[in-house]
């Protein structure tokens, strides 16, 4: 490998380093703006005017640098996100999640036991053993080995040359992600909806990335739940909606059971009690006070059905409601599923760190 060596140009390293940062602040903008790229252009534009910019920085030229990569774009409509854009958003947000897992020291890539999906081949090697897989016999490491103990080149290899790759089973997941966009998400000065939409885009770029074979649907609920696709992550946001927990469980189960995947999943991430139901007539029955018991009562059969499909539930509340809490227990308890309390800031860490986890191992 040849390597070239040059004087450290400081000026050029600083202009870099600028340029991430900036970048960082604008990906977390256009989270927080549903994917408004002038609205995110025009915040950096009032930060900078309010001192919490350098004065120096040239914000032009950052725009014409985001130009230059092709990660904006002049639609018809304004300045636009291009697919480009789009994936590198999702990967800034895997690497926030990883970064973080990382200096939590939380990684998790072991494998408890075999799965029932293809081998992922490692780069370590052992001696072969009877009953291997010949399709991961390292063909070269073992002739050499013939060389060794022969001291010929007549390449006759004996069973004792033989060396494999390590290999370690995965798994075959599909997952439906389910995202609360009620309107309590950004009530209260709390910013909720922002991480969650973050995780998904991680998950998203985690499965597509590393799990081709894997399958997601990333599913809003409201007043209704609808799916949507993941390049459209970035620009959803939050409506002046209840909570209709059921319809967005429901949704989820009819999806994951068209799907031949051996292991089926939901996640969700949630701030609010159900609050709304579609009645079998059609006509909408909500009640945002307490605990309804018909809301509840029929979301709960959704966890049970589930349970009967073996598509176990894991839940995360980003708040510490009691009707919350009461409520995902007594969900958690019928659907055989798991249920935890996260921080918006840890978010993404116990969501990814749970879909690993979950993922592998499975028979």
């Not at 060596?5 to 970048?23: C, H, P, V």
């Not at 399958?215 to 799916?227: H, P, S, Y």
Request: glycine share 6%; net charge neutral.
């Amino acid at each position: 490998m040849k390597i070239l060596y040059s004087n450290w140009d400081d000026a050029l390293a600083k202009q870099i380093g600028q340029y991430d940062s900036l970048k960082e602040l604008f990906n977390h903008l256009l989270m927080q703006l549903n994917g408004d790229v002038g609205r995110a252009l025009d915040a950096m534009r009032q930060f900078q005017k309010m001192g919490y910019l350098d004065p120096d920085v040239d914000l032009a030229e950052f725009e014409r640098r985001l130009m230059k990569d092709a990660i904006i774009e002049v639609s018809p409509e304004g300045k636009a996100l291009t697919r480009k854009g789009e994936r590198l958003l999702r990967r800034d947000a895997l690497e926030k999640v990883f970064g973080a897992l990382r200096k939590a020291g939380r990684g998790n890539h072991a494998v408890p036991q075999e799965g029932g999906g293809a081998a992922e081949i490692l780069p370590e090697k052992r001696a072969f053993r009877f009953g291997d897989d010949t399709a991961h016999i390292d063909y070269t490491g073992s002739m050499f080995n013939s060389i060794t103990r022969t001291s010929s080149l007549d390449l006759t290899l004996a069973e004792e040359d033989l060396e494999v790759y390590e290999t370690e089973k995965t798994t075959s997941t599909a997952t439906a992600l389910l995202l609360d966009v009620s309107h309590s998400m950004i009530l209260y000065g709390e910013d909720r909806i922002t991480p969650a939409k973050q995780v998904a885009m991680a998950i998203a770029e985690l499965i597509t990335t590393k799990y081709p074979k894997d399958f997601l649907t990333v599913i809003l609920f409201g007043d209704f739940a609808r799916e949507v696709k993941i390049e459209d992550l970035p620009y959803c946001g939050v409506g002046p909606y209840h909570t209709n927990t059921k319809a967005g469980l429901q949704m989820a189960r009819n999806i994951l059971l068209t799907r031949k995947h051996p292991n089926k999943q939901i996640i969700m991430i949630t701030d609010g009690k159900p609050s709304v139901i579609r009645k079998d007539n059609g006509q909408m029955y909500k009640n945002p006070i307490g605990l309804d018991p018909v809301i509840v009562n029929r979301t709960l059969d959704e966890a049970v059905i589930c349970r009967k499909k073996r598509i176990p539930i894991t839940t995360f509340m980003v708040t510490e409601d009691p009707y919350l809490r009461q409520f995902v227990e007594r969900l958690t308890e019928l659907n055989h599923g798991q249920a935890y309390f996260s921080s918006l800031d840890r978010l993404g860490e116990f969501v990814i760190s749970d879909f690993l986890n979950k993922r592998k191992g499975r028979k």
